[in-house]
Each structure stands twice: as C-alpha cells, then as structure tokens.
C-alpha cells in the first residue's frame, strides 16, 4: 500500500514562531487532507488540498503532486495550534472503497 | 455548516460484550467510513459502506465487526465481543462521492474496554 510519512515528529515552538510540515508519500493520489488533532482527540478538517495551495487564516498548505509531498504552514504559531497534525492520502482506485491512508502526525508543542 | 455527529462520545464496556457505535454522517452523502486510532498511534481505516454494501474493508475489520444503514440517517459500527485491544477512538466519515472526494469526520467516539 502507499507509504505517508510526516516530518519532524516532534515540534516545539516559541508563541508567534512560524513553522513548515512535511508530508512525503509514495504514489499518486487523487485526495489529500491536513487535520488538527486536538486534546480532547477530534480530528478537525483543515485543509482538503490534492493539489496547488491554499490558505486559512494562518494556516495555509501546499500539494506538489507531481514530486508527491505537501507542506502545511503555520504562521505567528498560538498556544490553540498545540496538537497532533496528521496528513492523509487517497490513492485513485476504480473498485476500492476511497479509503485515506494517514501518516504518523507531527506533534506540536507552542509554548507561552 | 453541515457536520458528521457521533454518539456517544465516550463509552466504556466490559470484556466481552456488544457495542454499537452511532454516527449521522451528512445528510446528502453517500459514501461512509469507519477509522479506528489507539491511543498514541496513528488513524487507521477500518471500513467503507456504500449502498447498503462494504465496498472494502481492512485486515483489523474481522467478524467481530458489522456496519449496518438501519435507517436514513444513521450508519452504526458493531463490536460483536469487545477486547481489550478494541480499546481506542472510532471516527465516522462521510464523503458526497467516491475518487478524491473530500471526507468529512466527526468528533469520535473512545471506546474503553475493561
């Protein structure tokens, strides 16, 4: 199956810091998502991105599909951004059922 | 804004018994999913349902689990015996059609088995 991999697992950060994360996978892909994993263990939508870029608020995120990565920028970083950010992927299949394959998730730490 | 919902939000069972997980996915939606994630690690699919079908399944998804439309609505996941190892969180998804579609998740359900 594809591989999703995250990077760096471990991230902490300075209030108002910014900060890039990786996700690298390993074949082509009709969808890509960024969530937030919050403390209370919700995955929330961030981004649905399978190419090009796109920004909310201060987050934005980019897909380079053709050398199969995407970014997630974080900007002027607030103690609200700590959590686990996961990236997932959907690999195009006519018969199968769309399933998202996630990575390990960047855990982020922002400190006061 | 449309939204998946999940019942209830924290459940906990005894070894061995039945539990059914609860989940009103979007209501214009056709495709839905099950993920599962123990604690610490990493979101993992379960299953896909479309049409009243499993359109796939994984390997954790044996036969002590069951997906079932009862209704309009809801889309329930059923552990026939719990374990101790089904111990973790269980998100429900939903998808308006399938091939790159975006999905939608709710909040998650954490289960704990004792």
């Known amino acids: 199956g594809i591989q999703v991999e995250q990077s760096p697992p471990d991230l902490i950060l300075q209030e108002g810091a910014n900060s890039t994360l990786r996700c690298n996978f390993s074949d082509s892909v009709n969808n890509l998502q960024w969530f937030h994993q919050n403390p209370w263990g919700q995955l929330i939508n961030l981004f649905y991105?399978?190419?090009g870029t796109k920004q909310n608020g201060r987050l934005s995120a980019t897909t380079v599909a053709t050398e199969r990565y995407s970014l997630l920028y974080i900007s002027s970083s607030q103690t609200t951004d700590s959590g686990v950010y996961f990236c997932a992927v959907e690999r195009p299949h006519k018969a199968a059922g769309n399933k998202l394959t996630f990575g390990g998730g960047t855990r982020v730490l922002v400190k006061p | 804004e449309p939204e998946v919902t999940q019942t209830p939000s924290h459940q906990v069972t005894q070894m061995g018994q039945e539990v059914i997980l609860r989940c009103v996915p979007i209501s214009n939606h056709l495709y839905f999913y099950w993920y599962r994630q123990i604690l610490g690690q990493k979101v993992e699919f379960l299953v896909s349902f479309y049409n009243n079908e499993i359109s796939e399944k994984s390997e954790i998804f044996d036969d002590q689990f069951s997906v079932e439309r009862p209704d309009g609505s809801n889309f329930t996941l059923k552990i026939r015996s719990t374990k101790l190892e089904d111990s973790a969180m269980y998100f429900c998804?939903?998808?308006?059609?399938?091939?790159?579609?975006?999905?939608?998740f709710g909040p998650g359900t954490r289960l704990t088995v004792t």
């Open positions: 991105i399978p190419s």
């Open positions: 998804a939903s998808s308006g059609s399938r091939g790159g579609y975006e999905q939608y």
